[in-house]
């Protein structure tokens, strides 16, 4: 299988420039293009090292296999994962500035959902994403340029056997919290200022069972008009961003007690 790959769209390839200049092999822009945008992008790359090749927006969509170029294609080396599960959980260990918050993803194909749950995590803190390795859709192109960089900040964990994995997880202190629209207690409900992980399925399907089962909590997300569930990347939002607000609360409330202040 090769090891290059196409990276597509300034947010894409920029993140790349910053985080591993060295593994882009080609740069293609568009040669009409000169607008204030393109030029920034320019001079990041001559400062990067980087050989930038000319081409029009024929072969541009042909190599990201698409219109949505914007402009600017890349060819790179994968890059080699930079974390397993447990590296991750002892790096936020050791940080002792956060405790660990982890979207799991059972089920995931579209890479669209994908790309946008990475932009999400990249935004809320989260410090990974978990999905198993059959029936969830990779890191490609696609998702890389949904995802607008990060994909490239946010690691990616596919395991092989998901429910060991969360079970790996539990032992660690991670409590798996999973999402279903039929779950007694709403998201509100639960404090999720400690270690958590927060599970979604497939939009069509849910969950796996085994999945549930290994769940330490079921909560749902309250839905106040006619539509019954939201897109999974909007899930993983809505959940992500309420454990961000309880931690901030948190670390507040505990701020303003060594204060003194109350």
């Known amino acids: ?22 593994s882009i092999t080609e740069l293609h822009i568009d ?30 969509s042909k190599m990201s296999g698409g219109p949505r170029h914007q402009g600017v294609v890349a060819r790179v080396t994968a890059l080699k994962p930079r974390h397993s599960l447990d590296e991750v959980l002892e790096e936020v260990e050791a940080a002792g500035e956060d405790t660990a918050l982890v979207l799991v993803l059972d089920g ?22 978990v999905a198993p390795t059959d029936h969830a859709v990779g890191i490609n192109a696609t998702v890389a340029k949904v995802a607008s960089g990060a994909a490239e900040t946010v690691p990616y964990l596919m395991v092989t056997n998901l429910a ?7 032992e660690r202190g991670v409590r798996i ?16 200022t400690g270690p958590v992980a927060l599970v979604l399925g497939a939009e069509d399907k849910g969950m796996r069972q085994l ?41 507040a409330a505990a701020g303003e007690g060594e204060d003194g202040l109350h």
């Open 31 to 60: 040669a009409r293009r000169r607008d204030a945008r393109m030029r920034g992008f320019l001079e990041r790359a001559r400062e990067a090292g980087i050989t930038v090749v000319e081409s029009d927006d024929e072969r541009l």
């Open 177 to 192: 919290i999973g999402t279903s629209d039929d779950a007694e207690h709403t998201l509100y409900d639960l404090d999720l």
């Open 1 to 22: 299988m090769s090891s290059q790959r196409v990276l597509y769209g300034f947010h894409a390839v920029t993140v790349r420039l910053k985080t591993a200049p060295e």
């Open 108 to 129: 995931v194909t579209d890479p669209h959902n994908l790309g946008a749950c990475l932009r999400v995590c990249d935004g809320a803190g989260a410090h990974a994403v």
């Open 164 to 170: 060991r994995a969360l079970g790996e997880m539990k």
């Open 211 to 251: 999945t549930r089962k290994t769940c330490d909590a079921l909560v749902s997300i309250p839905m106040a008009g006619a539509v019954e569930s939201l897109n999974v990347s909007v899930a993983a939002a809505v959940c992500l961003y309420e454990a961000r607000r309880q931690r901030r609360a948190a670390a």
